[in-house]
């Protein structure tokens, strides 16, 4: 596993939580709740492709069609 995507994914997750506090701060509740659903969204897509290719790399190892 490469650590720039552990790095990426903390990148993300600090600017999100830094939208979501000034956001907060404006009485922008609804707003920060959806900056923090993209930002789930976000992370969840790039884990999803990680398991993805986790999964090919297992299936090239084995040698499983």
């Known amino acids: ?3 720039d995507i552990i790095f990426k ?3 993300i997750g600090i600017l999100i939580a830094v939208i979501c506090q000034l956001l907060k701060k404006n009485d ?3 707003i920060a709740t959806m ?3 993209v930002g789930l969204i976000i992370v969840l897509t ?3 492709n990680m398991i993805g ?3 090919e ?3 090239n190892i084995f040698n499983l069609y």
């Open 28 to 30: 922008r509740e609804d």
């Open 9 to 11: 994914i903390a990148a």
């Open 57 to 59: 790399t297992i299936k």
């Open 53 to 55: 290719d986790l999964f």
């Open 46 to 48: 790039i884990v999803v």
């Open 35 to 37: 900056v923090s659903i």
């Open 1 to 3: 596993m490469e650590i």
